[in-house]
């Protein structure tokens, strides 16, 4: 680019020192052909370097983007990779938490039953298969009782309660619902 500068500034010189005396017609005519075709040439490199420049400021740009972009991206993952612990953990302490209560609830209802000897629920008779007679209890459920509670509650199987009532797998109790709790 500086060679360019000094051609120019040398042809310059030429043609404004006077030896056009000198130089024939052809000369000088080939002179400012090739003076012409270098000022071409420098604003064609001149649009070049812009260009160039301009490339070279949205290469930058990227850059710094891409820079900054995986920091955030490891820095968002972290955060998210600690939340999602915390909530494993809170998943976990609440399913713990969760059965604590159904035990405790279990065992309290258990020792309410052993300790009234069945005073909340009314001892009675039912006839079971084969026109036999089965001793045991009638339990009014409550709110919150699971079939395996009651069961537990009574030290008796759930499949015999379910069988005592007629009751086939999937089927459901409801509040206030009456049931035949056999004796062991």
């Known amino acids: 680019m500086k060679a360019m500068w000094v051609a120019m500034v040398a042809v310059a010189m030429l043609l404004g020192s006077g030896c056009v005396t000198m130089m024939d017609d052809k000369s000088l005519a080939r002179q400012q052909a090739d003076f012409d075709a270098m000022q071409t040439d420098i604003a ?3 649009e070049r370097l812009n260009v160039i420049q301009v490339e070279q400021q949205a290469l930058a740009r990227d850059i710094e983007t891409l820079r900054r972009t ?5 820095a968002a993952r972290t955060r998210l990779d600690q939340i999602e612990q915390q909530i ?60 395996s509670a009651i069961a537990q509650a009574y030290k008796v199987s759930v499949s015999a309660v379910m069988k005592a009532n007629n009751m086939k797998a999937g089927d459901k109790i409801r509040v206030g619902q009456k049931l035949f709790i056999p004796a062991k």
């Open 44 to 46: 064609a490199l001149k």
């Open 70 to 74: 995986p920091r955030e991206d490891a």
């Open 88 to 147: 494993h953990a809170l998943s976990a302490a609440r399913e713990a938490d969760r059965r604590e209560i159904v035990d405790e609830i279990s065992h309290k209802v258990a020792g309410l039953v052993n300790a009234s000897g069945g005073s909340s629920s009314s001892g009675r008779s039912s006839s079971g298969k084969g026109g036999g007679t089965e001793t045991g209890y009638e339990h009014t459920v409550k709110a919150g009782e699971t079939m």
